[in-house]
């Protein structure tokens, strides 16, 4: 009887070449105008996040409300490089930050908060669920993760018209193991889609360390099976976070597909107002304040730049009396009428 072939061996798999990568980003120079303008942005995110965390406190504000304290620089950062009404941006729950950061009235994002008609949402979103088309802000989501899905999408139709958009789609180190986050990073790349998959790794997801709950933490590999480049960047520096976006603008615009930026960074609260937050110690919060708090870090690069320390107590009162001024605005506006209870539900009538 004869016997079988024996099989041959498995021919080693072609080598993978050299993948080409951004370069690596270079810390934002800016003028002192431009720096100044970026310690402003970051100062209002932070005197309007103190301020959402009162009414909260006074019942003003409902259901979850996630604030935005320590993370400032990323939004500031990444999206003072973003071309507003052409570029979109997407992310998930800690939202208000985001919105300011793209130049929305901050009465209209306050009214929302307190559930106003005059919110951006006519007051039917919430802290978790505002958006603006006219900004191209597409949320605040509650689905942990959806948003890079629905970026991916937003993405699509900036290829599709051809308009040279990009989005940038953020989402946080909890999220990051998501299963539709890799689906979305798979499509992105297989059609090289002009997006931003933006980590925002403030280290505790819900209340759990990312070194604990997550296999591969450094976050910036984890698009590396499906070849997209990956870089960290120092999350509590501005001029870091406005560097490295200007390096993944370059590469999303020029056709090369998806690029992911882990963003380094924390916060200085719960992860919602409802958590007393006892996973940390609170001298690991004091610590990380006194070291790499953004802005005092944008301060003293204002102060290399001849800017006094009464020049920015100027910017403090303003920024005090406009987030006053949204508050106010927000506690005296009417709620929506019942006849808003069924609209906005569908596209259309059925």
Request: net charge negative.
């Amino acid at each position: 009887m004869a016997r079988a072939a024996k099989p041959k061996a498995a021919s080693a798999p072609p080598a993978i070449p050299n993948r080409e990568r951004p370069p690596e980003p270079q810390r934002y120079q800016p003028g002192r105008d431009e720096l100044l303008e970026l310690y402003r942005q970051m100062l209002l995110i932070r005197r309007f996040e103190e301020k959402a965390g009162q009414l909260y406190g006074l019942g003003l504000i409902g259901g979850f409300c996630h604030l935005y304290i320590g993370q400032e620089a990323v939004a500031v950062g990444l999206q003072s490089a973003l071309t507003p009404g052409l570029d979109s941006v997407i992310t998930g729950y800690r939202d208000h930050g985001h919105m300011l950061a793209y130049g929305i009235d901050p009465k209209v994002i306050m009214a929302e908060l307190t559930g106003r008609a005059a919110g951006i949402s006519r007051g039917k979103g919430g802290s978790m669920h505002m958006f603006s088309t006219d900004h191209r802000f597409y949320g605040g989501h509650g689905i942990v993760g959806a948003q890079v899905s629905l970026g991916a999408g937003l993405a699509f139709k900036h290829k599709y018209a051809g308009d040279g958009g990009v989005c940038m789609a953020y989402f946080g180190d909890g999220a990051a193991n998501q299963g539709q986050v890799y689906e979305s990073f798979n499509m992105a790349e297989l059609w090289k889609l002009p997006i931003i998959f933006v980590i925002e790794n403030n280290q505790y997801a819900m209340g759990t360390s990312v070194n604990r709950s997550s296999a591969e933490d450094q976050l910036y590999r984890r698009g590396e099976s499906f070849r997209i480049p990956g870089i960290q960047v120092d999350g509590m520096d501005v001029l870091a976070c406005r560097g490295a976006a200007e390096v993944a603008l370059d590469w999303v615009r020029s056709g090369k597909g998806p690029v992911i930026l882990e963003m380094k960074t924390y916060r200085y609260r719960g992860h919602s107002m409802s958590d007393p937050a006892k996973y940390r110690s609170r001298d690991e919060v004091q610590s990380v304040k006194e070291k790499s708090d953004p802005i005092d870090q944008a301060a003293r690069d204002l102060g290399a730049l001849g800017v006094t320390e009464a020049e920015l107590k100027d910017i403090d009162r303003e920024i005090r009396r406009i987030v006053g001024e949204a508050a106010d605005f927000a506690e005296t506006m009417p709620e929506p009428d019942l006849s808003e209870l069924h609209t906005d539900v569908l596209v259309e009538t059925y």
